[in-house]
């Protein structure tokens, strides 16, 4: 554990994964097939978690290829705009698409409509991976649906080894999409693999209980991975999550809002709980500060330009009381 913080206290991730556009219907509340306006941002959970950590001082790399076309070039410009280091994207022409998310701020029916054919970023090379100055890191983070498809899925964990060699902890989220998998037994058989080979695992109760062949067999994975070693943190929704180090379960709860939509928050808390622990916060304290970035964020239109910065974190939870568990 402690040698995971002092990684992270380093201020500079290398994140793996896909940079996407999204498409939201303006004003807040309108359903999609009604909407006459959409806004148009930054969206894909690597390239959230990297806006995310650089909103909060951290320094953030994405690793991805984008397409060589309009909305390839918008994605890219919309990094650069928030400071997330765009040297190691490669763009791809030819068919490969980046991908599109269609969402409303309506948590009722809450639709998102994702587009993914031909997707670019699962054109992520082992040449593309080797090409990272590891050593030039602190971590390196990814999120799981690297892992869903070739060529993206073999230089991924490429690049865990490159990391490690290079003495870098992987920070895995779990992130199951099963509309980007083959097959539920081919993701819980890969996402199991790239688990055993993280250093910090996080997930919500559905997607470690997805790895174990069970939801009521989540909490027991958790423990399971955590007794080796790894700092595992267990998300339930509006019961607050399970965080489990060096033997201890810290259970903390959520800050409750108005909800306009709920994608967005895994990658915010993420963000949110590292950037915290880089600042020197308790385990605890990060964990917490994770989730008030996930109420955040989930209470405003889109997720790139929701992600807090430090003052927008410390104002929310200085006005809002303890956390509750639901």
Known sequence: MQDLIAAVAKRRFVVLGRAGMDLFADPPGTKSETAETFRADLGGSSANICVGLVKLGCEAALVTSVSDDAVGRFATNRLIHYGVDTRYLRVLGGEYRLSIAV???????FQNVIYRNNAVDFQMTKE???RVDYAAYGALITAGTVFAAEPSRSASFRAFARARSAGLPVIFDIDYRPYSWASADEAARVLSRAGAESDMIVGNDEEF???AGGIDKGLDKARELASQGKLV???MGQAGAVTFSGGQEIRTGIYPVTALKPNGAGDSFLA????SLADGHELRDAVLRGSACASIVVSQPGCAPAMPDRQALDDFTASRPDPVTG
């Open 103 to 109: 969402y409303e701020s309506c948590i009722e029916n």
């Open 128 to 130: 593309d991976v080797d």
């Open 209 to 211: 209980g997805f790895m």
């Open 233 to 235: 943190v267990y998300k």
């Open 272 to 275: 949110g709980m590292l950037a």
